[in-house]
């Protein structure tokens, strides 16, 4: 990522919106935003070997599901750069005597959220992610979130929420586990 041209960026932003960017308390402004995106951006210099090789463990017996949930995260909308953001569950049905890592599930999360994208693109991503390294037998993806974009400004509809989810294989053709995974989840919004 580009620093200097990203502070340069944001000092010419200050003056085109009318702002002075010698004022003190805009000094280190633009530093800042630049700091900032590497954080937020940050999974735009990562490549998909990154997480590839994510360690998969072998266990004699395997549970009918795993799941990892009220994962919360933040992404930007690529159509604004405004924020939007949430809880993410993910659950997977494990093929044979494979798992992966718990902690893995939230790093792929960052992974596919840490860029300008949309919520619909973060939920199908994760699971695809989900499918390349594990290849399990079912994955199911729900994520609720809020959009500042459509809060703070343009249609102003603040409080609402926008669902999305993605399940394959098990979960598609088992509905009780589908049940299962929904009602286990069923409250991981509710402080959105
Ligand atoms: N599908 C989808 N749309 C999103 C997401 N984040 C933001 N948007 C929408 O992207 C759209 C961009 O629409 P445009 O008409 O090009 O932009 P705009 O004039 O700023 O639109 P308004 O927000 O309606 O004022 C808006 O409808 C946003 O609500 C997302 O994750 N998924
Ligand atoms: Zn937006």
Same mark, same amino acid.
């Given at each position: 990522m580009d620093q200097q041209k990203i502070e340069k960026v944001v000092r010419d932003l200050l003056i085109a919106i009318g702002e002075?960017?010698?004022?003190?308390?805009?000094?280190?402004?633009?530093?800042?935003?630049?700091?900032?995106?590497?954080?937020?951006?940050?999974?735009?210099?990562?490549?998909?070997?990154? &997480?590839?090789?994510?360690?998969?463990?072998? &266990?004699?017996?395997?549970?009918?599901?795993?799941? &990892?949930?009220?994962?919360?995260?933040?992404?930007?909308?690529?159509?604004h750069l405004l924020p939007f953001f949430g809880y993410a569950n993910v659950a997977y049905v494990p093929k044979d005597d494979q798992v992966i890592g718990?902690?893995?599930?939230?790093?792929?999360?960052?992974?596919?959220?840490?860029?300008?994208?949309?919520?619909?693109?973060?939920?199908?991503?994760?699971?695809?992610?989900?499918?390349?390294?594990?290849?399990?037998?079912?994955i199911a993806v729900t994520i609720s979130a809020r959009h500042l974009c459509m809060e703070m400004r343009g249609v102003n509809k603040a409080g609402q929420y926008t669902y999305t989810d993605k399940f394959t294989g098990r979960f598609k053709e088992d509905k009780d586990l589908k049940r299962e995974f929904l009602m286990q989840t069923r409250n991981n919004h509710a402080d959105l």
């Open positions: 002075n960017p010698h004022r003190e308390g805009l000094l280190e402004t633009p530093q800042r935003v630049a700091k900032m995106y590497q954080e937020v951006f940050s999974s735009l210099k990562r490549q998909p070997e990154d &997480v590839a090789n994510y360690k998969v463990f072998h &266990v004699s017996d395997v549970p009918e599901m795993v799941l &990892v949930q009220h994962i919360p995260f933040y992404s930007m909308c690529e159509h718990l902690s893995k599930i939230p790093r792929l999360i960052d992974f596919v959220t840490k860029k300008p994208g949309m919520q619909e693109r973060v939920t199908t991503d994760l699971a695809a992610e989900l499918q390349r390294i594990l290849d399990p037998a079912g």
